[in-house]
T-cell receptor, first 113, second 117 residues
Framework: GESVGLHLPTLSVQEGDNSIINCAYS??????FIWYKQESGKGPQFIIDIRSNMDKRQGQRVTVLLNKTVKHLSLQIAATQPGDSAVYFCAETRSGGYNKLIFGAGTRLAVHP | DSGVTQTPKHLITATGQRVTLRCSPR?????VYWYQQSLDQGLQFLIQ???????AKGNILERFSAQQFPDLHSELNLSSLELGDSALYFCASSKVNVLALSSYEQYFGPGTRLTVT
């Protein structure tokens, strides 16, 4: 069935370093991808999205890269801060008005001072 | 604050009981989605409503049902509860073009934590 998976369940980084969180997706028909951040006790928070007609998109301190050839997404966080500690999920969907998101398993990012 | 509200925040109930979870979408969003988050299953899509009509179904059990009202708020009804139904239930909303041109980001509420004992 459709699935979105993550390579690393836990990522520990030093404050100030750059973080890279990876995600693989399996549905080649997916054309819209989103990264969410979930802090303890809260709902997923939208970080950044990318459509399949792009291979890179930048936000504030975050960059998403999309490689459709190998069905791979990554989220890069520059100058990681303690407030970035959370679980990060990638999600995929296919345009069609239904917008059902398929979520990956999640990666926990732990930022150490 | 995403603009999506959910009540109650916490719910503790016994097996066999029925509960109703409520969601109010962001102002202007016509589409509402329900997701279940459990430790062993991650975030799973349950069901989507658009402007009062069911649009898509995911891994939603027969014991679960939902509806979206004319004021666009939505309710998720869970009946004959089992221990395994204990989870976080999230509602999300988005604008969505049902003519299939684009998908849009979904904004999530804070969730309802359901504990079945």
């Amino acid at each position: 069935g459709e699935s979105v998976g993550l390579h690393l369940p836990t990522l520990s980084v030093q404050e100030g370093d750059n973080s890279i969180i990876n995600c693989a997706y399996s549905n080649s028909a997916s054309d819209y991808f989103i990264w969410y951040k979930q802090e303890s006790g809260k709902g997923p928070q939208f970080i950044i999205d990318i459509r399949s007609n792009m291979d890179k998109r930048q936000g504030q301190r975050v960059t998403v890269l999309l490689n459709k050839t190998v069905k791979h997404l990554s989220l890069q966080i520059a100058a990681t801060q303690p407030g970035d500690s959370a679980v990060y999920f990638c999600a995929e969907t296919r345009s069609g008005g239904y917008n059902k998101l398929i979520f990956g398993a999640g990666t926990r990012l732990a930022v150490h001072p | 604050d995403s603009g999506v509200t959910q009540t109650p925040k916490h719910l503790i109930t016994a097996t066999g009981q029925r509960v109703t979870l409520r969601c109010s979408p962001r102002s202007g969003d016509l589409s509402v989605y329900w997701y279940q988050q459990s430790l062993d299953q991650g975030l799973q899509f349950l069901i989507q409503y658009y402007n009062g009509e069911e649009r898509a179904k995911g891994n939603i059990l027969e014991r679960f049902s939902a509806q979206q009202f004319p004021d666009l708020h939505s309710e998720l009804n869970l009946s004959s509860l089992e221990l395994g139904d204990s989870a976080l239930y999230f509602c999300a909303s988005s604008k969505v073009n049902v003519l299939a041109l684009s998908s849009y980001e979904q904004y999530f509420g804070p969730g309802t934590r359901l504990t079945v004992t």
